[in-house]
């Protein structure tokens, strides 16, 4: 199987970009051999990769991501680890209740695999802090879904409290916002930063790290081989955890949603405009409607930014043009400029897109696919989350481990097939736009 489809990421991640320059990245050049091969350096890959080394710490483990570690995927989203159900593309957040508490135990093995990380590599509370999430509300709609989500909440058993408009001015400084709905489950996190420190703790006299090392090619014989442009490993057992991209090496075709969304940075602001500003130096906040704006505030090692995370657009190709993506900045523009009025004047310093992977039926693409050949793709919209469960579980299922968690992932159906290729781009992008004009000032 070769390998033609290779990952394309759309501009310049703000957050890779405010982080010092990494060291010179170390190549495959060689022919080598390994005992476990772990393909992409994401959440799902390094998560893995920390998995094996735990329940085999003697064995040779070799990762091969693509690119730089954060410069893909997994240092392209909005840096929330969320517990609790989280659609993103629908009318609300909550589903079926059994449904929901399964996704909310799942998730919380997720966060706590990272937890575990942050804690053993030493990360500060600006690339790993579990404070929770605020849902915004603009406006009558983001208030109502607000309230509907509490009840689901309450339903549940899981702990909220509601937020009014001064609290919520009093953190973010903009009266932009009605209320907002506080849950304490989830981390917050600087994703480029945390992906660039798990890399850098896991290297070792018997694990090897290989960036900008894409394979191009995938046999198996007795074992797996997997080539790249200078060389190639061969092992027994492969994690692959590259998301969407399962379908580039052969696998799930026609069963997953490639779908990007996008975001824009500000220059570090300055301390004048601090104090325009306003409210504490350091927030996130998802939007109550599901396809409304997700905004953070950062301060630290990267300086003191702001950034606007909305829209979506179905793309089967896992590629964007350069228009769509300026395209999409005039939406941020507005966004920002709606919230923060005070900042006229203050400009974005970098756009980019991220790809995100959906199934239809809301489930990864996870198991054992070919002997010896493991999947931990499609995260369906919670890379960081689900992405580090299922690299985790894979690694579990792949040495024959047990537990809960594994059980509940094996139990749920493979992704269903989608309609064909433009009917399916068609279909998912009109339902989008529906979604976000109604969500109207949560926009």
Request: net charge positive.
């Amino acid at each position: 199987m070769k390998i033609r489809n290779l990952p394309v990421d759309p501009g310049m991640s703000g957050w890779h970009a405010i982080l010092p320059d990494p060291p010179p990245a170390e190549l495959l050049e060689q022919n080598i051999t390994a005992d476990w091969l772990v393909i992409g350096g994401g959440f799902a890959g390094l998560a893995a990769t920390r998995r094996l080394m735990q329940l085999h710490p003697n064995a040779r483990i070799v990762l091969l991501e693509a690119r730089r570690f954060a410069e893909g995927p997994a240092g392209r989203n909005s840096g929330f680890m969320i517990d609790l159900p989280h659609h993103l593309v629908s009318d609300a957040y909550g589903g079926a209740m059994e449904h929901d508490l399964a996704v909310i135990r799942a998730n919380r093995v997720g966060i706590g695999f990272a937890a575990e990380m942050a804690q053993e590599f030493g990360f500060s509370d600006e690339v790993f802090a579990q404070s929770g999430k605020i849902n915004a509300a603009a406006g009558a709609r983001g208030h109502q879904l607000n309230l509907d989500y509490a009840r689901h909440l309450g339903q549940l058993g899981e702990a909220h409290e509601h937020l009014d408009a001064t609290q919520m001015h009093a953190m973010t400084g903009t009266d932009f916002y009605c209320g907002g709905l506080y849950t304490p489950g989830a981390a917050i996190i600087q994703p480029a930063a945390f992906i660039r420190g798990v890399a850098a703790a896991l290297r070792s006299a018997r694990v090897s790290l290989f960036e900008n090392t894409p394979v191009v090619e995938m046999s198996r014989n007795q074992d797996w081989t997997a080539k790249t442009p200078k060389g190639a490993v061969t092992a027994p057992r492969v994690i692959l955890a590259v998301n969407g991209h399962a379908q580039s090496f052969g696998h799930f075709k026609r069963r997953l949603l490639h779908v990007f969304t996008y975001a824009s940075m500000t220059r570090d602001l300055n301390a004048q405009e601090c104090r325009l500003l306003g409210g504490v130096p350091r927030w996130g906040v998802t939007p109550a409607d599901p396809m409304g704006t997700t905004v953070r505030r950062i301060s630290g090692t990267g300086g003191d930014r702001i950034i606007i995370r909305n829209r979506f657009t179905c793309d089967p190709s896992m590629q964007v043009s350069a228009r769509r993506l300026a395209n999409v900045g005039r939406s941020h523009d507005k966004a920002f400029a709606a919230r923060f009025p005070m900042l006229k004047g203050v400009e974005m310093a970098y756009r980019w897109g991220g790809r995100l992977c959906l199934s239809r039926n809301d489930v990864p693409a996870f198991g054992e696919i070919d002997k010896g050949l493991f999947s931990a793709c499609c995260q369906n919209g919670l890379g960081t989350a689900k992405g580090t469960l299922h690299g985790r579980l894979a690694a579990d299922l792949a040495s024959g481990e047990k537990s809960d968690a594994l059980t509940e992932v094996l139990a749920q159906p493979g992704p269903v097939r989608l309609p064909p290729r433009p009917l399916t781009a068609i279909g998912a992008n009109a339902v989008m736009r529906w979604g976000e004009f109604k969500a109207g000032r949560e926009i």
